[in-house]
T-cell receptor
Framework: NAGVMQNPRHLVRRRGQEARLRCSPM?????VYWYRQLPEEGLKFMVY????????ESGMPKERFSAEFPKEGPSILRIQQVVRGDSAAYFC????????????????FGPGTRLTVL | GQQVMQIPQYQHVQEGEDFTTYCNSS?????IQWYKQRPGGHPVFLIQ?????EVKKQKRLTFQFGEAKKNSSLHITATQTTDVGTYFC????????????FGKGTKLTVNP
């Protein structure tokens, strides 16, 4: 059973360009989460999606960032007009759809995309 | 909003010594999860605690969830070099939200 896949693993962009990060969840998982991690920092929640729906985007910057999880294909995190401050590791995680009351679903993380903005 | 504090930020031990990291949430949690991230790697799920006062063990690792469901700890007995990495706690708030709020992690280094 393949794990969460992310590509590209490394992405270099110049200021003002667009960055597209892709995430394929584990088979059977319908919940996808995106996190950003700066060096020596924890993971900061960005957005939570289910198929074709954004459930919680409270961690997403209001401008330049968007996410989608279409019916077919991977989830995409899109950053328009990148700036140097966008340089970070972006992790995607997935979890199965069913959870018992009170408990949470463990999240399975992908290997991450390291974005460098020159 | 919900905040999760974790201390210490760094811990350096000699192989064989014990290690503990502490996690404290600003709000009552539905559950707390612990993850380990090796250098250059991605977070890997270790365990989830749900019940007030819960204690779980995994070999040399002991996880506790406080009575008020606002704090947690991870204790490693007799550390080994394979324990090196950053340990994160992540809390899920009450109210059914799937959102996990991560602490900043404790980076553990072990001297052989």
């Amino acid at each position: 059973n393949a794990g969460v896949m992310q590509n590209p693993r490394h992405l270099v962009r110049r200021r003002g360009q667009e960055a597209r990060l892709r995430c394929s969840p584990m088979k059977g998982h319908s919940h996808v989460y995106w996190y950003r991690q700066l060096p020596e920092e924890g993971l900061k929640f960005m957005v939570y999606l289910q198929k074709e729906n954004i459930i919680d985007e409270s961690g997403m910057p209001k401008e330049r960032f968007s996410a989608e999880f279409p019916k077919e294909g991977p989830s995409i995190l899109r950053i328009q007009q990148v700036v140097r401050g966008d340089s970070a590791a972006y992790f995607c995680a997935s979890s199965p759809s069913v959870r018992r009351s009170g408990s949470g679903n463990e999240q399975f993380f992908g290997p991450g995309t390291r974005l460098t903005v020159l | 909003g919900q905040q999760v504090m974790q201390i210490p930020q760094y811990q350096h031990v000699q192989e064989g010594e014990d290690f503990t990291t502490y996690c404290n949430s600003s709000t009552t949690l539905s559950n707390i999860q612990w993850y380990k991230q090796r250098p250059g790697g991605h977070p890997v799920f270790l365990i989830q605690l749900v019940k007030s006062g819960e204690v779980k063990k995994q070999k040399r690792l002991t996880f506790q969830f406080g009575e008020a469901k606002k704090n947690s700890s991870l204790h490693i007995t007799a550390t080994q070099t394979t324990d090196v990495g950053t340990y994160f706690c992540a809390g899920q708030g009450e109210g059914g939200s799937e959102k996990l709020v991560f602490g900043k992690g404790t980076k553990l280094t072990v001297n052989p």
